[in-house]
C-alpha cells in the first residue's frame, strides 16, 4: 500500500477494522522513517486520523508485519505501530501496559487516543517516536523505564494535549532522563534537554543550564504570557514560540 500522499489513509472514516494480507511489504510513502521496521516502512499518518478502528489483523504469514489484540507491530513484536483509537476493549478510562518484547514506540502510535489514561511502558523501551502520545487528552501518566534511551527530538508536541493532570514517572535507574519533583518535566539528565513541560503557563523562567529550546517547542501555547531565557541557552529555534498568542514578552540573555 503505498502512494505519494502521506495522507493516503485520512479519507478512510468510517473503517472499523484493518487487515493486512501476508503480501504487504510496505505502507505509506518512500521518505517514511526507513529501517525502524527491520525491513518495512510505514507512513506516520497511518491509521492517526481514523478514529472508529478498533481493531488491526495481520495475517499470520506476513513478513513484516504482524498484529496481537488487534494492536499493530512489526514481525517480531519489537517495535508497537499502532494502537487502535476505537480499540474494542476499551473503556472510557483505562490502563495501557506495553509488552516487554517493545524496544520501540512507533510514531503516533497512540495518535489521538481519548480512552487512555495511564500507560506503563515495558522494561524494554528504548525509544519513542514523533508525536507517539499527542492529542491523548486523557492520558495522566506514562511510566518511563530504566531501558529508555532517546525521545526523538525536544518538541513539546509528543506530549502536546494530554491531560492537565499529567505526570511522568521515571525509573530511578533511567540514566538519560530526569523528571522534576512535579512530574511536569522532563530533561536529559544533564539538564541541558528539555524534552517536555506540560502545563506551562502564565510567566515562566527556562531551567537554567539548558542550552537549546527546539523547534515548535511552545508552539500553540496559549497559556504562556512570559518567557525568561537563563544565560545557559544557546540557541532558541524559529519557530518555538509561534502561535502564543498571549505571550508579551521573552526575555533573550545578555
Known amino acids: 500500500l503505498a502512494n505519494n500522499d502521506q495522507y493516503n489513509f485520512t479519507s478512510w472514516n468510517d473503517c472499523i477494522t484493518i487487515r493486512i494480507g501476508k503480501n504487504i511489504e510496505y505502507i505509506g510513502t518512500e521518505t517514511d522513517?526507513?529501517?525502524?521496521?527491520?525491513?518495512?516502512?510505514?507512513?506516520?499518518?497511518?491509521?492517526?486520523?481514523?478514529?472508529?478502528?478498533?481493531?488491526?489483523?495481520v495475517d499470520e504469514e506476513n513478513k513484516v508485519y504482524s498484529s496481537k489484540d488487534g494492536v499493530l507491530y512489526?514481525?517480531?513484536?519489537?517495535?508497537?505501530?499502532?494502537?487502535?483509537?476505537?480499540?474494542?476493549?476499551?473503556?472510557?478510562?483505562f490502563s495501557v501496559v506495553?509488552?516487554?518484547?517493545?524496544?520501540?514506540?512507533?510514531?503516533r502510535a497512540f495518535y489521538y487516543n481519548n480512552k487512555i489514561t495511564k500507560l506503563?511502558?515495558?522494561?524494554?523501551?528504548?525509544?519513542?517516536?514523533?508525536?507517539?502520545?499527542?492529542?491523548?487528552?486523557?492520558?495522566?501518566?506514562?511510566?518511563l523505564p530504566a531501558s529508555?534511551?532517546?525521545?526523538e527530538s525536544n518538541s513539546d508536541f509528543y506530549f502536546e494535549n494530554v491531560s492537565k493532570d499529567f505526570k511522568f514517572v521515571l525509573d530511578s535507574k533511567n540514566s538519560f532522563f530526569s523528571v522534576s519533583t512535579d512530574g511536569k518535566m522532563l530533561t536529559s539528565k544533564d539538564g541541558k534537554t528539555l524534552y517536555a513541560w506540560i502545563g506551562a503557563s502564565g510567566d515562566i523562567t527556562v531551567p537554567d543550564g539548558l542550552t537549546a529550546i527546539g523547534n515548535?517547542?511552545?508552539?500553540?501555547?496559549?497559556?504562556?504570557?512570559?518567557?525568561?531565557?537563563?544565560?545557559?541557552?544557546?540557541?532558541?529555534?524559529?519557530?518555538?514560540?509561534?502561535?502564543?498568542?498571549?505571550?508579551?514578552?521573552?526575555?533573550?540573555?545578555?
Not at 526507513?34 to 478514529?51: K, Y
Not at 512489526?74 to 478510562?93: A, C, G, H, M, Q
Open 120 to 143: 506503563v511502558l515495558g522494561k524494554n523501551v528504548e525509544h519513542i517516536g514523533n508525536l507517539a502520545f499527542a492529542d491523548c487528552k486523557k492520558l495522566k501518566s506514562i511510566e
Open 148 to 151: 529508555l534511551e532517546k525521545i
Open 216 to 254: 515548535n517547542f511552545f508552539s500553540n501555547n496559549k497559556n504562556i504570557t512570559s518567557v525568561i531565557i537563563p544565560d545557559s541557552v544557546e540557541s532558541v529555534s524559529d519557530n518555538a514560540f509561534v502561535n502564543c498568542t498571549n505571550l508579551t514578552s521573552v526575555v533573550f540573555p545578555k
Open 98 to 107: 506495553i509488552p516487554d518484547t517493545v524496544t520501540s514506540i512507533y510514531n
Open 74 to 93: 512489526n514481525k517480531d513484536f519489537t517495535v508497537l505501530i499502532r494502537y487502535p483509537t476505537n480499540k474494542v476493549d476499551s473503556t472510557e478510562s
Open 33 to 57: 522513517n526507513e529501517g525502524i521496521l527491520n525491513g518495512g516502512t510505514l507512513g506516520d499518518n497511518f491509521l492517526s486520523s481514523i478514529s472508529k478502528v478498533s481493531t488491526i489483523i
